[in-house]
């Protein structure tokens, strides 16, 4: 008996054991696909934050593209279809339309180029940043960040982002793509002054209101211009991203993966902090029952007039209830006697029959 207790009891340990050893199993399993469910997360991010770049610059050099291919046709249209007749007297005036117009043609076609280039050049690279290779490498080193943490270390980030890849090849480009757009709107302007003054060279009262409202124009297109020019292309427009500072503390989940979240602290009962609390406690109580009663004082105080008027209303109704009862029960006790009597009366006709 004893043999087979000492056995029953080496198997249950032994189970035990395998439980333990299996419960380890499964938890490090469990961080493992932890650690694994962050890097994902972080990735995913990345990948939304790199789709997201790559369209918002698409978009930007779209639009600048089209507008400078349409300030092209507009300079490229007039100076096709407007004809004059060779004056001596309007001679530098038509030096400076024909100069003017090639200038607009120029610039605005070499903007309009420069943005279609660097648009297919950012299509072409943009999967590269988000591709297996990357996802790859970028696991490897969550794996590694995660086995060998320290406080104060920062989640890894990928090595190759599209926002590297713009500051270094493609910002300088779109601005000189956007300076040269810039610069062939006025000269449009100015063009069109010139294209008034050989026009109208007999009236030379609407060449000049035309050239007064084209240089409004431009002043007001230069008073734009210099509003949005450092949001769109001057020193504060090129944000790039900041790296967070060096926490002296772990920074906390999901950033510190291995780490628990940190449990609230529990004050002892017998240390002074948690006498101090009990006799914080004890006084909040006290004060709450001291409001309670001087509601309850207040309430009464309230209520005083009308327990007076309910009391004397009463005091007239109660006779009246008094009688009213004393009523009921003799019309009670008439009817249960008139009940009885008829019972006796048909009790005896059947016993004579």
Known sequence: MADHHCRTTKKLSCSLALNREDEKQWRAEDLEQRVLDNARAIWSRFTERTRYEVNERAEQLRSIGNLSALVAGFAMTSFLQFTFSNNEAVKAVILGFGISTA????????????????????????????????EEA??????????????????????????????????SEWRRAFYMFSTAVPIMLGNLTFASWIKFHDLQEVAIIMSAMLGVGILLFGVMQGHWFSYIAGPSANIKTRKMPVARQPAGLPFDWHLPPASPRKTPASSPMGNRCLVCQLQRQSSAREQHALVATEGLNGTLPFSVSVSSFLA??????????????????????????????????????
């Open 138 to 171: 970028f696991m490897i080193e969550a794996w590694d960040f995660a086995q060998s943490y320290q406080p104060g270390r920062q989640p890894p980030q990928p090595r190759r982002s599209f926002s590297k890849f713009w500051d270094m090849r493609c910002e």
């Open 103 to 134: 200038f607009v043609v120029a610039l605005s076609m070499n903007s309009m180029s420069m943005c279609g280039l660097i648009q297919a050049s950012v299509f072409k690279m943009s999967h590269t940043f988000i591709c297996e290779q990357e």
């Open 316 to 353: 007239l109704i109660l006779p009246s209830l008094h009688a009213v009862q004393s009523n009921a029960q003799a019309f009670c006790t008439s009817t249960a006697a008139g009940l009885e009597k008829n019972a006796v009366h048909s009790s005896l006709a059947m016993v004579s029959h």
